[in-house]
């Protein structure tokens, strides 16, 4: 997600000759609603927003003077968290300045460099509804390639999946490209 923002933000004035994106979260809305659903908030959420609690409590004491430090540890979704702390970190007015800022679908189509884009339908972090599949359309740098399963980041393939994954394999072709033909794709 940082990725993407930064490179819609930017479009071509960037070092980076390309950019390969893995299992993005591309509508930080649709996102945590997903991970809030029942299972999803068993499985993951719920794990996540500990883990976050965790990495900022040994600092309460500092942090206490910037935050209502009690709302921040009482937080039991990820969206909680990031209403109490990250968006008040980040100095936004609400959670939902916060999250459309965040959200790279709206600066997909300024993205200007040569991107590839991998997501699964079935990743609770970035549900199918929510990729935006026209968007891409609509900007020729952006490869956008959708599996049916793959989960968040996983793609893993076989019944005992050991050696690469499908994103390692489509990666390995995509910078091998890059490189062979970077000056093909850039006059483009």
């Known amino acids: 997600m940082l990725l993407l923002n930064y490179l819609g933000k930017t479009g071509r ?3 980076l000759m390309a950019a390969a994106i893995f299992s993005a979260g591309w ?11 029942p299972l999803n908030w068993l499985l993951f959420n719920y794990y996540l927003t500990t883990c976050l609690q965790s ?7 500092m942090l206490e003077k910037l935050f209502d430090m009690d709302l921040v540890m009482k937080a ?15 100095g936004y007015r609400t959670i939902d300045d916060y999250y459309e800022d965040a959200s790279p679908c709206r600066k997909l189509k300024s993205v200007g460099i040569p991107v590839l ?4 339908v079935d990743d609770v972090f970035s549900p199918g509804h929510a990729i935006p599949v026209e968007t ?26 050991r050696k690469c994954t499908y994103m390692d394999r489509v990666f390995k072709q995509f910078v091998q490209a890059v490189f062979e033909h970077g000056n093909k794709i850039f006059s483009m």
């Open 13 to 15: 004035d960037t070092p």
């Open 27 to 37: 509508n930080v809305f649709e996102s945590v609603e997903s991970l809030e659903k």
């Open 55 to 61: 990495s900022i409590s040994r600092h309460r004491q």
């Open 76 to 90: 039991r979704t990820v969206r909680e968290f990031d209403k109490q702390f990250t968006s008040v970190m980040f």
């Open 117 to 120: 884009c991998l997501n699964s």
């Open 136 to 161: 891409a359309k609509q900007n020729a740098n952006v490869a956008l390639v959708l599996t049916s399963c793959g989960g968040h980041i996983g793609f893993l393939e076989g019944i005992w999946p």
